[in-house]
């Protein structure tokens, strides 16, 4: 598996022991050796180790032998070496088939043959790093890659166009490092800087036969001063109809837009394809900030668009290039979403278009949906992937009024395909569970609350009452009076009226004598010279009175 990934060194390891006939000195050589071989692209590299330094003179040859071959055959450029390396990549082989190596020591007399394992050179082979070419724009850096091998390289002659490619790049005055994958022969790094030194190093991988090669030199470059027209951004097709309608977003106004295609396949061919892309039909000096075209226009495939802008005077640089599937576009139409609120949650369901005939959006091919949703009152946007059309999104807060939108992908990393986004959907949600008992204690809270203010008014209207209305009650001797009389005699008549005797003084001086004398015996009254009656009735004096009045009548006469 190590070889199959790229190591980066590539061993085939024959362990030798031998005895070599006494030479001069009378001394047997005994070795063992550790064969290594080092394949990358087409240089083939023997290297071993020499079992005893105190023997300089003794020298090595290589045979090699084809598969299905009995005839062993000198290695080129392995014969007679004094050293311990050599370089055979002067031999025409088939680097699919099997071949065996072995190696023998040499001195004055010669050791036997031992040979090594067995190996297919395509097998072994490492990647070795491409060669780069790099083209500055003012944001944005153009990359020409060369296959890893010579021009006319035998090892890779078959995988000129399979060849995927991977680069790090950073700005030269930072340490920050960016890695970009699965690129072709031919890229763009898109929203760069302008007038900034960058540099790179790319490496070369064979995706099909699991072989990942080596980074290759650093390359450096510094981007352009920034052009007056900024290029066209944010380029997206989708369907409409029986056409397709190609958007883009640009800033500036009084201007003119061109609109250019080309077909994919020509990115996996090494050579240069600038001169190959062709305008698109009635998207030429066009002045709005999109262009439509039939279906009809292209047959089924894959390709890729760009968009320019002119003044005039001035041309921006291309915009970045868009990926075009007629087939995902076809079936990869924007979706119709329909959302209901439950329980503190939204039931999401993502349904076919019209223009799909009421078939389901992911009958032909397996999609996820990128759904964004967001509170009215906020601009906070949160996004989840699903691959079902129809699910919940819970936990979120009731009563509140949500906007969703939905737009489809591919799965498949290689087509890097989106639908355009749906319409936005307003929804409010309901109240979920703590929201009822919220309401409930809160209901509860008011009613207590209402009963301790009307029972706290009572106190306070009690107390002014009390204060400002005190209530009338009878003076003391008043009280002390009705209280010696019996309670029904004030409350129930008699059944015959009582006449007390009332007597009209008309001498004050005789009064005056009668109350000098009776000054001593008893207190002083004084009478009404007018007859009391109260609801008919008389009042009654007592019997001293009574007496008294007698006296002073008989004293009169």
Same mark, same amino acid.
């Given at each position: 598996?190590?070889?199959?990934?790229?190591?980066?060194?590539?061993?085939?390891?024959?362990?030798?022991?031998?005895?070599?006939?006494?030479?001069?000195?009378?001394?047997?050589?005994?070795?063992?050796?550790?064969?290594?071989?080092?394949?990358?692209?087409?240089?083939?590299?023997?290297?071993?180790?020499?079992?005893?330094?105190?023997?300089?003179?003794?020298?090595?040859?290589?045979?090699?032998?084809?598969?299905?071959?009995?005839?062993?055959?000198?290695?080129?450029?392995?014969?007679?070496?004094?050293?311990?390396?050599?370089?055979?990549?002067?031999?025409?082989?088939?680097?699919?088939?099997?071949?065996?190596?072995?190696?023998?020591?040499?001195?004055?007399?010669?050791?036997?043959?031992?040979?090594?394992?067995?190996?297919?050179?395509?097998?072994?082979?490492?990647?070795?790093?491409?060669?780069?070419?790099?083209?500055?724009?003012?944001?944005?850096?153009?990359?020409?890659?060369?296959?890893?091998?010579?021009?006319?390289?035998?090892?890779?002659?078959?995988?000129?166009?399979?060849?995927?490619?991977?680069?790090?790049?950073?700005?030269?005055?930072?340490?920050?490092?960016?890695?970009?994958?699965?690129?072709?022969?031919?890229?763009?790094?898109?929203?760069?800087?302008?007038?900034?030194?960058?540099?790179?190093?790319?490496?070369?991988?064979?995706?099909?036969?699991?072989?990942?090669?080596?980074?290759?030199?650093?390359?450096?470059?510094?981007?352009?001063?920034?052009?007056?027209?900024?290029?066209?951004?944010?380029?997206?097709?989708?369907?409409?109809?029986?056409?397709?309608?190609?958007?883009?977003?640009?800033?500036?106004?009084?201007?003119?837009?061109?609109?250019?295609?080309?077909?994919?396949?020509?990115?996996?061919?090494?050579?240069?394809?600038?001169?190959?892309?062709?305008?698109?039909?009635?998207?030429?000096?066009?002045?709005?900030?999109?262009?439509?075209?039939?279906?009809?226009?292209?047959?089924?495939?894959?390709?890729?668009?760009?968009?320019?802008?002119?003044?005039?005077?001035?041309?921006?640089?291309?915009?970045?290039? &868009? !990926?075009?599937?007629?087939?995902?576009?076809?079936?990869?139409?924007? $979706?119709? %979403? *329909?959302?209901? +609120?439950?329980? #503190?949650?939204?039931?999401?369901?993502?349904?076919?278009?019209?223009?799909?005939?009421?078939?389901?959006?992911?009958?032909?091919?397996?999609?996820?949906?990128?759904?964004?949703?967001?509170?009215?009152?906020?601009?906070?946007?949160?996004?989840?992937?699903?691959?079902?059309?129809?699910?919940?999104?819970?936990?979120?807060?009731?009563?509140?009024?949500?906007?969703?939108?939905?737009?489809?992908?591919?799965?498949?990393?290689?087509?890097?395909?989106?639908?355009?986004?749906?319409?936005?959907?307003?929804?409010?949600?309901?109240?979920?569970?703590?929201?009822?008992?919220?309401?409930?204690?809160?209901?509860?809270?008011?009613?207590?609350?209402?009963?301790?203010?009307?029972?706290? &008014? !009572?106190?306070?209207?009690?107390?002014?009452?009390?204060?400002?209305? $005190?209530? %009338? *009650?009878?003076? +003391?001797?008043? #009280?002390?009076?009705?209280?010696?009389?019996?309670?029904?005699?004030?409350?129930?008549?008699?059944?015959?009226?009582?006449?007390?005797?009332?007597?009209?003084?008309?001498?004050?001086?005789?009064?005056?004598?009668?109350?000098?004398?009776?000054?001593?015996?008893?207190?002083?009254?004084?009478?009404?010279?007018?007859?009391?009656?109260?609801?008919?009735?008389?009042?009654?004096?007592?019997?001293?009175?009574?007496?008294?009045?007698?006296?002073?009548?008989?004293?009169?006469?």
């Amino acid at each position: 598996m190590v070889a199959l990934l790229g190591a980066t060194t590539l061993v085939l390891v024959a362990v030798a022991s031998w005895v070599l006939p006494a030479a001069a000195g009378g001394k047997n050589l005994i070795s063992s050796q550790k064969v290594e071989v080092d394949i990358i692209d087409d240089n083939f590299i023997l290297k071993w180790n020499r079992s005893d330094e105190s023997l300089r003179s003794v020298t090595f040859s290589f045979d090699y032998q084809k598969s299905g071959t009995d005839n062993w055959i000198k290695l080129p450029g392995c014969q007679n070496i004094t050293s311990t390396k050599c370089n055979f990549s002067s031999l025409k082989l088939n680097v699919y088939e099997e071949i065996k190596l072995r190696i023998r020591a040499e001195k004055e007399n010669t050791s036997s043959w031992y040979e090594v394992d067995p190996f297919t050179p395509y097998n072994k082979a490492q990647i070795g790093p491409p060669e780069v070419h790099l083209e500055a724009e003012d944001k944005a850096i153009m990359i020409n890659i060369s296959p890893p091998g010579t021009k006319n390289s035998v090892m890779w002659a078959l995988d000129g166009s399979s060849f995927r490619y991977s680069l790090v790049i950073w700005k030269n005055s930072s340490s920050g490092e960016e890695e970009i994958e699965n690129i072709y022969s031919i890229h763009k790094i898109y929203k760069l800087s302008p007038e900034t030194t960058y540099c790179l190093k790319v490496k070369a991988a064979l995706p099909m036969a699991w072989k990942v090669g080596i980074y290759g030199p650093v390359y450096c470059i510094k981007t352009t001063v920034e052009n007056e027209l900024p290029p066209p951004e944010n380029v997206e097709v989708s369907v409409q109809n029986q056409s397709y309608v190609l958007k883009w977003d640009y800033a500036y106004a009084n201007v003119t837009f061109q609109v250019q295609w080309l077909h994919a396949f020509l990115k996996r061919n090494p050579v240069n394809h600038s001169y190959k892309w062709k305008q698109m039909p009635d998207c030429e000096n066009v002045k709005t900030t999109q262009c439509v075209f039939p279906q009809n226009v292209f047959p089924k495939g894959i390709y890729f668009l760009r968009v320019q802008a002119s003044d005039g005077n001035n041309t921006s640089f291309w915009s970045e290039e &868009v !990926k075009f599937d007629t087939e995902i576009q076809a079936f990869l139409l924007t $979706p119709v %979403l *329909k959302v209901r +609120s439950t329980s #503190d949650s939204l039931h999401i369901y993502i349904g076919a278009p019209k223009e799909s005939g009421s078939k389901p959006v992911n009958q032909d091919y397996p999609l996820t949906y990128e759904i964004i949703f967001w509170e009215n009152t906020s601009n906070a946007e949160r996004k989840i992937f699903k691959k079902e059309t129809d699910f919940i999104v819970p936990n979120l807060k009731p009563l509140t009024v949500y906007c969703v939108k939905a737009r489809a992908h591919t799965m498949d990393e290689k087509w890097n395909k989106s639908s355009a986004f749906s319409d936005v959907v307003f929804v409010k949600t309901k109240p979920g569970n703590a929201s009822n008992i919220w309401l409930i204690a809160g209901s509860c809270t008011a009613v207590f609350a209402i009963l301790a203010v009307i029972y706290v &008014v !009572k106190v306070l209207l009690r107390c002014i009452n009390y204060v400002f209305f $005190p209530s %009338l *009650k009878p003076s +003391s001797n008043i #009280d002390e009076y009705f209280s010696e009389q019996p309670l029904k005699n004030l409350l129930l008549s008699t059944s015959e009226e009582q006449i007390e005797k009332c007597f009209i003084i008309e001498n004050i001086s005789t009064i005056a004598t009668v109350e000098e004398i009776n000054q001593t015996d008893e207190d002083h009254k004084k009478y009404s010279s007018q007859n009391c009656q109260d609801s008919g009735n008389y009042s009654n004096e007592d019997e001293s009175e009574s007496k008294t009045s007698e006296e002073l009548q008989q004293d009169f006469v």
